[in-house]
C-alpha cells in the first residue's frame, strides 16, 4: 500500500468536489434507502481509503441535510496513520481505524454492536422477509481509492456489506478512458502503459469500479453506477493539468522506459497546449451498492 501525498490529495480537491456534483443522483438513491422507520437509529459512515478527509467531508457535507436528525457515527479508515492524523483535525468526532481495508468485517463488527449479521441471522425467514428491506444501519463510502485495492480488499468490502446488510456508494474511480483533445496519434501508445501500470502488483487498477460491481452482483446486492468525470481545460487547469499529465508520464516510463523519449515529446506537446486549448475528460465510474437484501 502506497500513501497518498497530502498536496496532491489537496491539488485535485476542488476538482473531486466539482466531479461529485455529477454524483448527487447516485447519493440520492442511497439516502432513500437509508431513511425510513429507524430515523432514529445511528447511521455507521467508514470512510476507506480516507486519506486526509477530504472525501469523508464532502460524503458528510452532502449526507447530513439529507438526512436530518440522523446521527452519523464516522469511522476513517485507512492504513496510513499520517493521512489520518491530518483529517481528524477537520473531523474530531470521526473515530479513526489505522488498518488495511481486508480489516473492514472486523472493524464493522466493532461499531456496529448488537447487528445481526445476515450470515448469523435466522436464515431464509429473515432473508426473504415480505416488504421492502429495513433501512440500513451502515453505509461504506470511498472516492478514488478502488484502483490501488487488491481483489481480497474487494472482497471484504462485499462481505462487510452483505454480512450488515449495508450500503454501500463507491466514488470517483478511474477507468481506462481519458480522452485528450485535441487527439494525438501517440495517446493509445501512453494510454495503454498507464493502464498496466495501474495494474501491476495484482492492484484492480482501471477495472476497479467495474470489479467490485460484479462482485457485488454475484453476492446478491442490487447495483447502480454512474459517471462522475474530471472535465480538465487549458488554460484554466493548467497548473493541475501539469502536475496530473507529468505524473501519468512518470509512470508510463517506470512501465516501459524504452517509451521515455516519446513520452517525454508527448509530455512536451501536451503542456505546451495545456496552456491553451487542451481538454481532457478523465473519466470515472461511480457503484453504489444496496446489500439489504
Ligand atoms: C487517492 S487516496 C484517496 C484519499 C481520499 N479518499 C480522498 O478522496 O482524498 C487513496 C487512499 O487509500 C489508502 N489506501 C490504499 N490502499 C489501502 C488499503 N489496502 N487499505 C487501507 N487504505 C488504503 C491510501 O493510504 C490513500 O490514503
Redesign the pocket.
Known sequence: ?T??DHDW?DLRAPF?DAAREHSLALLDQAVEALAGTAEAEPLTVI??????G??ARWFDRALRPRLPGRELRWIL????AA?LRVASRSMPDATTATA??TELPAIAAEHLPGATAAHESDGAAAEHAPGPPAPARLLIT????LD??APA?VEAVVDTLTRFSGLGLFLLSITEHWPLDPPDRRDALIEHAFSEHQAREGRLGDAGGAVLAAAARRAGARVMTGDSPWDLQGPRDREFLTRFLSERIDAVIEEDPELRPIAAAWLADRLEQAGTDLRVAVEHLDVLVDARG
Open positions: 500500500m500513501a497518498a490529495l473531486d470512510d476507506i481509503g480516507a486519506g486526509t477530504n472525501s479508515l485507512d492504513a496510513d493521512s488495511p481495508i470511498c472516492s478514488a481509492v490501488v485495492l480488499d
